[in-house]
């Protein structure tokens, strides 16, 4: 299933996007699209059954606002320089483990709303990423099968970053990760059942119309059930947390000078095989 939320931040609506295109309303069926939802069999099996059946009613989708998939997230725990390219273009080691840190959930936004570029800054940038969001509760788990299982769901996210903030102004990444609207996420939600094989996706991302970004996950340095079973060993992960797995080359930061960082009137678009597109345009903060 691909389920979404729809409307006005901060009263979006549950959705499902049907076979054919068309727009559901899930809010007779179920309050929201959360970790609560994903976590209850029995609540997600009256969500397919009602979209098995064909009789929600359809929402015209023109003009409507696409929130991000996932209310009232806990956390989001991203993973750096996890794909051997990447790792290249920027002159670092490929990594013995992860590469973890940190977002906060109110960077999330929908998957078409503004980004905003931080005051100050002169070094935004671009990752097109594949967030796994998790449905059942995962502490200790033995293997990267386990890690899997423990997944609801694939969604594309947009792990924006200043590098400035985050290489050269002391501390951790997190200065550089954590700017108001730094991380778009969705359109949708698209159940585990239809990503049989998440190291078989293509990430594609293009600034102003020209590619940038154009890799697999195919080339990530830990796969994504790795990633999970890793970090719950160091933290208990919940339903509806959102784990982003790594970005692909063609980031600006690896790219000769002068380095063609974001600024205010550029558009981003990012897309994950299956997983939906996203368009941003940027302002200043």
């Known amino acids: 299933m691909k389920l979404l939320r729809v409307g006005t931040a901060g009263a979006e609506r549950p959705a499902l996007l049907d076979t054919d295109g068309n727009l559901r309303d899930l809010s007779d069926v179920v309050p929201d699209i959360d970790g609560a939802l994903l976590a209850d069999d029995a609540a997600m099996a009256r969500v397919r059954a009602a979209a098995e059946v064909g009789d929600l009613p359809v929402l015209d989708a023109a003009g409507v606002r696409i929130g991000a998939p996932v209310g009232r997230i806990g956390k989001v725990v991203c993973i750096g320089l996890n794909y051997h390219d990447h790792a290249q273009e920027t002159g670092a080691r490929p990594p013995a483990e992860p590469v973890v840190f940190l977002k906060a959930a109110d960077t999330v936004v929908g998957p078409n709303d503004t980004v ?63 700017c108001e609207t730094f991380n778009p996420l969705g359109p949708w939600l698209v159940t585990a059942d239809e990503v049989p094989d998440p190291q078989k996706l293509g990430l594609r991302l293009w600034v102003n119309g020209e590619l940038k970004q154009d890799g697999s996950t195919a080339e990530q340095i830990f796969s994504v059930g790795e990633v999970v079973r890793y970090l719950s060993h160091f933290m208990t992960l919940y339903p509806g947390d959102v784990v982003s797995t790594g970005t692909p080359a063609g980031v600006a930061f690896g790219q000769p000078e002068p380095k063609p960082y974001l600024r205010p009137g550029d558009v981003v678009e990012l897309e994950i095989d299956g997983l939906g597109r996203q368009r941003q345009e940027l302002r200043g903060a």
Not at 127 to 136: D, K, M, P, S
Not at 148 to 160: F, I, P, S
């Open 116 to 178: 905003l570029v931080p005051r100050g800054s002169v070094r935004t940038d671009w990752e097109v990423e594949l967030a796994a969001v998790i449905g059942r509760t995962a502490r200790y788990l033995d293997s990267p099968e386990d890690g899997l299982a423990h997944v609801a769901g694939y969604a594309v996210a947009h792990d924006v970053s200043e590098r400035e903030f985050q290489m050269d102004r002391g501390g951790t990444w997190d200065k550089g990760k954590n």
